[in-house]
């Protein structure tokens, strides 16, 4: 028989996290989240929150299909998901992909200070830290080989693709596109693995450099 709390919901004052059972069937953990989700009714309907998968690791498409259980069952507007897949997904790939010639890139070597910003039509690295008070915006990626602390927008001009990582990621406000979200007060604590930010049916989820 199977255990009534493969699937547990946990509310934090940054938002939702949803704990599930490392060893369950996956398709038990789906009829046990949607039984739960309808059982919640209108707890979560018109709630504005971040939302963590937490417990095990799932592929992209079980992340897909656990979202749309609950965006199917409820009217919560999820602005940011944090998931334990450690899909590999190396910093060096991710530099070398924006050294190519064909990449328009800006590096920046130093720290940016309170205050100051940088725009650039293409993608942005920054070889330092990224300080609260310090604004990037690109129409492309952005790499930071240090703590991302400040305010940055991806993909400025429309485009859905780019991503965000960095060595330490805490932002006062990410933004990819037209989809802004805040890092909850949790996840801007350390130390943790180097981190990737990127755009997935419509939320912004963020998962561990391998």
Sequence with gaps: MYSENYVIFKGTKDGVTVLFDPEAPFDILCSQLEKKVEEAGRFFDN?????????????????????KIITSNTSMDITFVKTENNEVKELSELLTKEMAPSNMTKFHKGSLRN???IEFDGSVVVVGDVNPGAEIKAGGNVIVLGQLKGMVHAGCKGDADAFV????????QLRIADIITRFPEENKKGPKPPEYAFIQNGQIFVMALS
């Design 47 to 67: 709630v504005k929150t971040s939302m963590a998968f937490k417990g095990r690791t799932f592929t992209e498409a079980e992340e897909e299909q656990l979202l």
């Design 115 to 117: 205050g100051q910003k």
């Design 165 to 172: 990582t960095a060595i330490f990621m805490a932002p006062i």
